[in-house]
């Protein structure tokens, strides 16, 4: 299955190229479509048909298409398909067919603003031509190589290799670049189709829940931190055009925006007591956008080393001198917690995961204590 992805971890020739356009496609080049014919059986027995049970996720692509702008001359034929990977993961072929995970679509559910999140970025990749763009970033890596390149099939070149490390970064940047890219303009797509940009960092925040962030500067992804950073201006363009668009929020396709709560890192102070004794806080500060009513901030501790599902197992256990509402009513909230004088466990080795959730008790978001306690 790697070779359909859009960017993979292969070893490229470092080059000084700048970064082909869409623009830059030239008019005959068909090669991205004609793989996506060669590689549709390989795809289709991986996945299937999305039915009545994805029928949000399918009215929600059909919403988007309609406001998608195509170059002239590329006729798609649009369609969801689900896909067993067990990865949370997306993906999309040149032809106008997208590949969502199962896990991802439940995570979906009936939610058509976290759908469109999702296909608003595979449908941008479609139209920016993004396979065309990476097949000629390559082919310019390995002008006067000899080598021959072939898209959708990682290390079919031959020719000089450069350093794996500095190769791999390379090629990671470029496919970053695209997804940022992506990000963006799936914005303004969602806000011409009725779905309010905000669900975008609403699911990136339950992905980075879900799963642990990579750090590698070889990620083919940039992570969700990242994300939500560079595409803040786009974000607010893309919010004052949905206002334009649909005034009235509840009318739109995509209905209310979802709360959306930022944690900055949390951070660990220390007081001296009049006995000599040191006495532990940690302040969690937090920014919310479109919440109604209150946020629940739990502190939740895991052996460090462990994932993130650890801490989401002991979620509901935990003290209730760990928990703290907020309405999260100014610009900028911070939460303090006293943890006293051995930190929160008194043991070395130990990490502490900030959830936030809910009302209903649903999970936000979460950020990590990156400090050990002692």
């Not at 689900?82 to 072929?93: E, F, G, T």
């Not at 470029?174 to 969602?190: V, Y």
């Not at 102070?269 to 946020?295: D, H, M, S, Y």
Request: charged share 20%; net charge negative; hydrophobic share 40%.
């Amino acid at each position: 299955m790697a070779a359909i992805l859009l960017c993979f971890s292969c070893c490229i020739p470092l080059a000084a190229q700048q970064n082909p356009t869409p623009e830059d496609i030239p008019g005959k080049f068909k090669l991205d479509i004609e793989t996506a014919a060669r590689l549709g059986p390989q795809l289709a027995a991986h996945s299937y048909v999305a039915a009545w049970r994805y029928q949000t996720g399918r009215v929600t692509l059909q919403n988007l298409v309609a406001q998608a702008r195509l170059a002239k001359g590329i006729h798609l034929t649009w369609e969801l398909r689900i896909a067993d990977d067990n990865m949370l993961n997306a993906y999309s072929s040149p032809d106008g067919t997208i590949y969502v995970d199962g896990n991802l679509a439940e995570l979906a559910g009936d939610s058509a603003g976290l759908w469109a999140a999702i296909l608003s970025h595979e449908i941008e990749h479609i139209v920016r031509r993004d396979w065309a763009r990476r097949y000629l970033f390559e082919h310019s890596l390995w002008a006067g190589s000899g080598g021959d390149l072939l898209l959708g099939e990682p290390g079919a070149a031959s020719g000089t290799w450069m350093e794996e490390r500095t190769a791999s970064a390379d090629l990671a940047g470029f496919c970053r670049q695209l997804e940022l890219e992506a990000d963006s303009e799936g914005l303004m797509l969602m806000a011409r189709a009725g779905y309010h940009p905000d669900f975008v960092p609403a699911l990136h925040h339950l992905l980075q829940v879900l799963g642990e962030d990579s750090s590698s500067d070889y990620a083919l992804h940039p992570q969700w931190e990242l994300r939500d950073r560079e595409f803040q201006m786009a974000r607010a363009a893309a919010g004052i055009e949905f206002e334009r668009l649909w005034p009235d929020r509840e009318a739109s396709p995509g209905g209310d925006p979802p709360a959306v709560v930022f944690t900055e890192a949390p951070k660990i102070t220390t007081k001296t007591t009049k006995t000599g004794a040191q006495e532990w806080a940690l302040e969690v500060p937090i920014t919310c956008r479109n919440l109604v009513g209150a946020v629940e901030v739990v502190l939740v501790t895991r052996p460090a080393g462990t994932q993130t599902a650890a801490s989401l197992q002991r979620l509901s256990a935990a003290p209730e001198d760990r928990r703290q509402l907020t309405g999260c009513t100014s610009p900028r909230t911070t939460v303090t917690f006293e943890v006293g004088d051995r930190g929160l466990t008194g043991a070395k080795g130990v990490s502490v995961d900030v959830f936030i959730l809910d009302a209903w008790g649903s999970v936000l978001s979460r950020a990590d204590v990156a400090r050990r306690w002692r």
